[in-house]
């Protein structure tokens, strides 16, 4: 309808309407309308088709100076725009902005193209591990500035950096030593994307405001969205709305079983498009068009058939002009149909086409794509091409000159038409509306549009399409076998030390795994992640510890399955380590409670079942020795060069009957140092203090049975052992237990 009608009719003052048989028609509809077709959604909206896009270039990390932002809907996969970008103490951090509005919540993160199971914000899978730990934030209203980022930038990032508004990660790309770097960082630091439930939209039948896939509600979010078209929401038709949303929700039934949503819709794009290409990808989506209604509303209707409530006639139609679509006039008789399957890294996918036969044997195959990438299911895609064949190649098309009686199809999405001389009693899809000019009449542009076009069936579906399987899952690893750990000290200054622990298992020569550790105060409810150490069979921990506090640590094997799981073997039983704030206090045996467990150098030896231990327990062990050749053997673990260093080694050792002698050893690899000890009953705590010698590659506790070690009685006896402790100082302390 002509716009200039409007100051024409405001002019002139003209109130009532315009009555048709029963029907009245007032001016102010009329003029609701115009102002509503021509100001707020333009003439050729509903006519076009949307820009076809190829791939995805949300998936894509942008870095540039000024990136547009990105708006999302239902569920995707995104990258985003790089934020930040700096190193901090070897570790190197980014911050990537997914997208602008509050999102519902964050589902998946993928480095590259591995799901990177994310757990308490730390990475689980191969080859990063939880070397790699991601922050992730949901644009809200009261969120607060990044806890990594302050704590790694301290008065650069401060309380003020919130974000509002912009949902964001911040990656953490853990130091390694360099001799593995590239096991761990193997094409440098992975691009992160995740998949996201994203923008929250009010609903009109609930009043909630939630996330929610139903192209109505999207639609009007986009609508009424300040960086969309702004519309007041009082300006939207709240009826027709949620008629609508009560449409995209009907359940279809699916071939496979079950049912889904008729309509759902799910893209990204970029805040510099035109809102009307937004608006023409939603609307597609649910095969719907935006109408005025006579109150002056925006409203919302289509997506499935409606039979005509308007019909004219003869007595209606001054002159016409006719069109027969018939097959040999067909635009099209091939739709290929695209649409993004979650299956395949949310990436558009080609489906069966939608095929009209009879007129592909008259004239052979005419093809045409309909590309629907804000449509997340194949079914949903095969029933829109359906519709969109059957609009695009009408078996009639008729161009009205009416009377004013025709304005009884004002507003309407069909009517019905009866031409007795074409021999016409169908439906018809009103693509175009015109009052002319002096208001004594209309034309309106029709295409024929039947129930046929949405009546749907599961044998329609075609076949679902096929997504090629990861066959490169390993087999889940081992339990490991070997825990130990050990403490690692550095002197950061004179009189002052920081101490992490060490965690060890046997190597598995070419396995696809990694050792992984997690460690927690004694006592405490919550784990905390280690990191890689030198090589794939060791883990550390990232930070000082506490001194004077007992840690409990576990370890595993990680692996990880496809891109979509990963695994990891049971847990390992715990063990805990005290770190003691004197560095010299320190024990450096492992497994300093167990001798059977000592990693060392054996004779002739053989253990009996634990025995009482001097400290109330039951963790000394009964040590057979045979005549002139036992030998037990503990190998300290010993940071730095041992040269020049003094150590006092020592041990519990008593002898229940029988045995009288035996030699405290320290061996350094080029010098061995003994001591006869006499035994008794009684458990006694015997020690040897050494200074190393230069070239010394190791040193070991030991305890031996021979003569050459000076044991001036080398019977074979037992020997009841407990507590082995290597210390760097010059005398024994109490006992430190080491697991």
Request: aromatic share 8%; net charge negative.
């Amino acid at each position: 309808m002509p716009a200039v009608l409007i100051p024409v009719i405001t002019a002139a003052g003209i109130t009532g309407g315009i009555t048709i048989g029963a029907t009245t028609i007032t001016y102010a509809s009329i003029i609701a309308y115009a102002v509503t077709t021509a100001a707020t959604i333009g003439a050729s909206l509903l006519l076009s088709q949307p820009k076809k896009q190829k791939g995805d270039p949300q998936q894509v990390t942008v870095k540039q100076a000024l990136p547009p932002r990105i708006r999302s809907y239902g569920r995707v996969k995104v990258a985003g725009a790089v934020g930040f970008f700096e190193a901090s103490l070897g570790s190197l951090y980014q911050l990537v902005i997914h997208g602008e509005g509050e999102w519902d919540a964050i589902e998946e993160w993928w480095l590259n193209d591995k799901n990177a199971a994310v757990s308490g914000g730390a990475v689980t899978v191969l080859p990063w591990g939880t070397n790699i730990t991601i922050e992730s934030h949901l644009g809200g209203a009261d969120q607060a500035a990044s806890p990594m980022l302050a704590a790694a930038y301290p008065g650069i990032w401060t309380p003020n950096h919130r974000l509002r508004g912009l949902a964001y990660s911040v990656i953490r790309y853990g130091w390694v030593p360099e001799k593995v770097f590239g096991k761990v960082y193997p094409n440098g630091a992975p691009a992160l994307r995740v998949v996201a439930r994203t923008a929250k939209v009010f609903d009109p039948r609930s009043g909630a405001t939630a996330f929610s896939e139903n192209p109505g509600l999207c639609t009007r979010d986009h609508l009424t969205y300040a960086r969309g078209f702004g519309i007041d929401p009082s300006l939207i038709d709240a009826a027709s709305f949620s008629s609508f949303a009560n449409t995209c929700d009907e359940a279809v039934a699916l071939g496979a079983g079950g049912t889904e949503p008729r309509y759902r819709v799910a893209f990204s794009y970029e805040l510099t498009q035109e809102p009307r290409e937004v608006l023409r990808t939603l609307l597609q989506s649910c095969d719907a068009e935006i109408f005025p209604t006579a109150e002056g509303k925006v409203g919302i209707r289509g997506g499935k058939w409606q039979a005509p409530s308007v019909t004219l006639t003869a007595d209606h139609i001054r002159t016409y002009r006719y069109e027969q679509g018939n097959d040999k006039l067909a635009a099209f008789n091939r739709l290929k149909l695209t649409f993004t399957h979650r299956g395949a890294d949310y990436q558009p996918v080609e489906i069966d086409p939608w095929e009209d036969l009879d007129s592909q044997a008259e004239v052979g195959v005419l093809a045409q794509d309909l590309t629907l990438q804000q449509v997340p299911s194949f079914t949903q895609a095969r029933r829109l091409g359906k519709i969109f064949s059957a609009k695009g190649n009408p078996r009639h098309r008729l161009v009205l000159q009416t009377n004013l009686g025709g304005i009884l199809a004002l507003g309407e999405r069909c009517v019905h038409v009866v031409l007795d001389e074409l021999g016409l009693d169908d439906d018809f899809l009103i693509e175009k509306f015109e009052i002319v000019g002096d208001l004594s009449g209309c034309e309106i542009t029709l295409a024929s549009l039947s129930a046929e076009a949405y009546a749907w069936s599961t044998a329609e579906e075609g076949a679902p399409p096929t997504v090629p399987q990861d066959t490169s899952i390993p087999a889940p690893p081992p339990d490991p076998t070997g825990f130990a750990l050990a403490l690692v000290r550095t002197q950061i200054s004179s009189g002052a030390w920081a101490t992490r622990v060490r965690a060890t298992v046997d190597p598995i020569t070419g396995a696809p795994w990694v050792t992984i550790g997690r460690y927690r105060r004694l006592g405490s409810a919550n784990w905390l992640d280690m990191t890689a150490g030198d090589d794939a069979w060791q883990v550390i921990t990232g930070d000082a510890l506490e001194n004077d506090v007992t840690y409990e640590f576990q370890v595993a094997l990680a692996g990880w399955g496809g891109t979509s799981s990963q695994s990891i073997s049971a847990w390992t039983a715990s063990k805990t380590v005290e770190v003691v704030s004197d560095p010299a206090m320190a024990n450096w045996l492992p497994h300093s409670d167990d001798p059977q467990a000592w990693v060392g150098v054996s004779g002739a030896i053989s253990f009996g079942g634990p025995v009482a231990d001097p400290l109330g327990g039951t963790r000394g062990r009964a040590v057979t020795f045979a005549a002139d050749s036992g030998n037990l053997y503990g190998q300290a673990v010993v940071d730095g060069a041992l040269a020049g260093r003094t150590f006092t080694l020592s041990a519990y050792v008593r002898a229940p009957s029988g045995k009288d002698k035996i030699a405290l050893v320290a061996e350094t690899g080029i010098a061995t140092d003994a001591n006869e000890v006499t035994l008794t009953s009684s458990w006694q705590r015997v020690s040897k203090t050494v200074t190393v010698s230069l070239g010394a590659t190791a040193l070991w506790l030991g305890l031996d049975n021979r003569s050459s070690r000076g044991v001036s009685d080398t019977a074979a006896g037992v020997v009841e052992v407990f507590g082995g402790m290597v210390q760097e100082r010059a005398s024994a302390t109490d006992y430190k237990s080491v697991p």
